[in-house]
T-cell receptor, first 107, second 112 residues
């Protein structure tokens, strides 16, 4: 089983819609979790951290379920500029990335 | 700070040649990571250092790959000899403790 697993997509979503991604991790000792965004031919950049209590940053909401070992990202009112690959990250003694979920926002 | 700096940005080399990728982490960061990214395998962790000491190199694919960090401001990833299947984008990232990782712009390696 891979350490961090994500649905690769692509998710093709009309502008303005709400889209949700899930991610599962296998290492129960992981301490921190993040969502990164990667644009085509660019490096990954931090989108947001994920806290046990859930956290929100504008249109983005992240949640962590330690019992089931999954992480989610919700994007509301999606914009064309949200088109990218979203990487789920589990961090313990090392930082492990999922393969990413590709999102295409359609005009 | 200019961020994580990698060089070269692009490298095209012939099979069998030695390739050296370079990374300058963000000043003050104590962790440095080397990743390789391909369409098939995604972003794979090759090796990481803590305070210049290699901690986990279990992701290094073969003995042809080696990495060093002689000081806090410089690291290299070397492939010798290179093979076409090594073609990928190689990212270096640094972080402070368990905080977010900052990535360099990557080195796009093509081995022909």
């Amino acid at each position: 089983r891979k350490e961090v697993e994500q649905d690769p997509g692509p998710f093709n979503v009309p502008e303005g819609a709400t889209v949700a991604f899930n991610c599962t991790y296998s290492n129960s000792a992981s301490q921190s979790f993040f969502w990164y965004r990667q644009d085509c031919r660019k490096e990954p950049k931090l989108l947001m951290s994920v806290y046990s209590s859930g956290n929100e940053d504008g249109r983005f909401t992240a949640q962590l379920n330690r019992a089931s070992q999954y992480i989610s990202l919700l994007i509301r009112d999606s914009k064309l500029s949200d088109s990218a690959t979203y990487l789920c990250v589990s961090q313990g003694d090392k930082i492990i990335f999922g393969k990413g979920t590709r999102l295409h926002i359609l005009p | 700070d200019a961020g994580v700096i990698q060089s070269p940005r692009h490298e095209v080399t012939e099979m069998g040649q030695e390739v050296t990728l370079r990374c300058k982490p963000i000043s003050g960061h104590d962790y440095l990571f080397w990743y390789r990214q391909t369409m098939m395998r995604g972003l794979e962790l090759l090796i990481y250092f803590n305070n210049n000491v290699p901690i986990d190199d279990s992701g290094m694919p073969e003995d042809r790959f080696s990495a060093k960090m002689p000081n806090a401001s410089f690291s290299t990833l070397k492939i010798q000899p290179s093979e076409p299947r090594d073609s990928a984008v190689y990212f270096c990232a640094s972080s402070y403790s368990s905080s977010e990782a900052f990535f360099g712009q990557g080195t796009r390696l093509t081995v022909v």
